[in-house]
């Protein structure tokens, strides 16, 4: 599949900034129970230890630890639907983007600033201030325009390439289930 130039992303953007603010959808849970992998499932288990329960989240080592071990405060990974879809033009290709969890919400950090909780069906998640970036493997499965995208002050202004976040409440969750701002954020 061809990658989308840079006037064709710019053009959806329009469409991102739509999502709901407050009460969204998890439009889909992708597993990733190793390296390479993705399992696209209708219900899973977020857990204090695991994130996602059989994900490899605890097994990926990390830059961004002196030890190198897995960040606490990137257990999960988010993108928007409306903005994985932009880059993947094709719902089939949304778990290329490596994320846990995609979500039809406002990601923007103007809407979810670090703290902010969701409710997803009987679990909450806390949004982290850890950065959200794209990778090699992001460029080389949607361009490299994608990639200037989501990494631009516009991109980085509604967290394009998605924001992290840590299990806070264990639970269960389904596609389809509401996702809500907590009160008080």
């Known amino acids: 599949m061809s990658h989308l130039t840079t006037t ?8 991102v900034r739509e999502a709901p603010k407050d009460h969204g959808v998890l439009a889909m849970i992708v597993r990733r129970p190793k390296i390479g992998v993705r399992d696209v499932l ?4 977020l857990n204090l230890v695991e994130g996602l329960a059989g994900d490899t989240w605890r097994e990926r080592r990390s830059t961004r630890t002196a030890d190198g071990s897995p960040h606490p405060d990137m257990q ?11 880059v993947a033009r094709d719902k089939s ?3 290329l983007a490596g994320d846990q969890l995609i979500i039809d919400l ?32 992001f460029i080389e499965r949607f ?37 809500a701002k907590e009160a008080g954020d």
């Open 93 to 95: 290709r949304w778990p």
């Open 42 to 45: 209708d219900e899973a288990e």
């Open 143 to 179: 361009g490299a325009d994608a990639h200037k995208l989501v990494n631009s002050p516009t991109g980085r202004e509604l967290n394009l390439r998605g924001i992290n976040a840590k299990v806070v409440r264990a639970g269960r969750i389904r596609v389809g289930d509401v996702v």
């Open 106 to 137: 406002d990601l923007s950090g103007a809407n979810l600033p670090p703290g902010t909780r969701l409710a997803i069906g009987s679990a909450v998640i806390e949004v982290t201030a850890q950065p959200h970036t794209g990778c090699a493997k």
């Open 76 to 86: 999960l990974n988010i993108i928007g639907a409306r903005a994985v879809d932009l």
């Open 8 to 15: 064709e992303l710019e053009a959806g953007v329009g469409h």
